[in-house]
């Protein structure tokens, strides 16, 4: 199948019109050893050998799909739905596999839910840049501050 794509009604608030994209997609059961790792009793977790299955591809992909770019300067990954304790374990194998730094910040949501994100320190951004943008799509190169 085809995707569609949907225009939308105007934003009432910014008079905007948006575009919605909707399509499908397979299950592969060969693919089921990568979801036992990711996900325990339904809930998403980091394994705890993560530095051995985290690549530069895999992390060019977790960045275009949850990475924003802040403050022109440094990415971020929105990684609330983890614990301080597995966000701890990936900073560490950021750092033991690419030398790439990174701290956890703070979010505080709109309910009042505690939540952190990673940072990558803006001394490693180079080394980030140079490692991930070759598997970056280019219509995603601005989450790493590269214009097109």
């Known amino acids: 199948m ?45 394994p705890l050998n993560i530095h051995e299955l985290l690549t530069p591809r895999g992390l060019a992909h977790w960045i275009m799909g949850d990475g924003f770019l802040y403050d022109k300067a440094v990415v971020v990954l929105c990684t609330e739905s983890f614990t301080k304790k597995e966000l701890e374990v990936l900073i560490a194998a950021l750092d033991k596999k690419f030398g790439i730094q990174a701290t956890l910040n703070k979010r505080i949501s709109t309910t009042g839910t505690v939540g952190w994100r990673i940072r990558v320190r803006k001394k490693s951004m180079d080394k980030l840049t140079t490692l991930v943008s070759p598997f970056f799509i280019p219509e995603l190169l601005y989450k790493l501050g590269i214009d097109q």
């Not at 009604?9 to 909707?22: A, E, F, L, N, R």
């Not at 979801?35 to 977790?45: A, C, E, R």
């Open 2 to 46: 085809e995707p569609v794509i949907s225009v939308r009604k105007p934003d009432q608030i910014t008079g905007k019109v948006y575009k919605s994209m909707y399509f499908r997609t397979l299950n592969f059961s060969c693919l089921n050893k990568y979801h036992d790792l990711f996900y325990k009793n339904k809930t998403k977790v980091v």
